[in-house]
């Protein structure tokens, strides 16, 4: 059950940051225990690909802080987080070991599918509500929040490896948060209808 806590943590990370749970996993791999790489996934602790990956990285870190730019990056980022949902997901043996489950062992498409879910699910929110943010904070807020959800993903990136009994607390916080996101931007939203006298 660890396990899959601990894929279901990373996937949220990859969520908020594709970049940030890939580059956790395959250094913790490299440099500690924490990590056991199952095969088909060494390439994630190979030095080359990490350099690539922190490259993306750092593009996404200063795209993501710049009104405007912020929401062509997160229509850009539609396929790239799930997809590094369902890698971190699968690549931490999560679907494996799922509830110690021999059906999601001989369906590994299945830990693919549960990672891509819930980093699609994150994304989602997050693209949502960036614009909203942007025009309420003049662009002054673009930076703040995406600053806050990097913090977000590697701090959900690090206690689901290393305390991934947290991850359900955090993915508890993370739900009522989005939750009262949602309803703020449909609020605002219906603010800006009424104003321009539309039903």
């Known amino acids: ?15 908020l940051n594709a970049y940030i749970p890939l580059l ?20 994630l602790s190979n030095w080359g690909v990490l350099a690539v990956i922190a490259v993306l ?23 790239v987080r799930p997809a590094s949902g369902g890698v971190v997901f699968s690549a931490t043996q999560a679907a494996a070991e799922f ?8 369906h590994p498409w299945a830990g693919w599918l549960l990672g891509i879910v819930m980093a699609l699910a994150v994304h989602a929110v997050k693209a ?20 806050a959800e990097d913090a977000g993903s590697l701090g959900m990136s690090l206690v689901a490896v290393f305390a991934p009994a947290l991850v359900i607390v955090a993915l508890l916080v993370m739900a009522v948060l989005a939750w009262w996101l949602i309803r703020k931007v449909r609020r605002i939203r219906a603010r800006r209808r009424a104003a321009r006298g539309q039903p």
């Open 57 to 79: 990285l750092v593009a996404e870190f200063v795209l993501d802080k710049v009104p405007a730019v912020d929401s062509v990056n997160d229509t850009i980022q539609t396929v």
């Open 1 to 15: 059950m660890l396990a899959a806590l601990t894929g279901l943590g990373l996937s949220t990370a990859a969520g």
């Open 128 to 147: 949502a509500a960036r614009p909203v943010i942007n025009a309420g904070t003049a662009g002054v807020g673009a930076p703040v929040v995406s600053t």
């Open 99 to 106: 509830d110690h489950s021999t059906w999601m062992a001989e």
């Open 24 to 43: 956790v996993v395959g250094v913790l791999a490299n440099f500690t225990d924490a990590v056991k790489l199952p095969d088909g996934y060494s390439w």
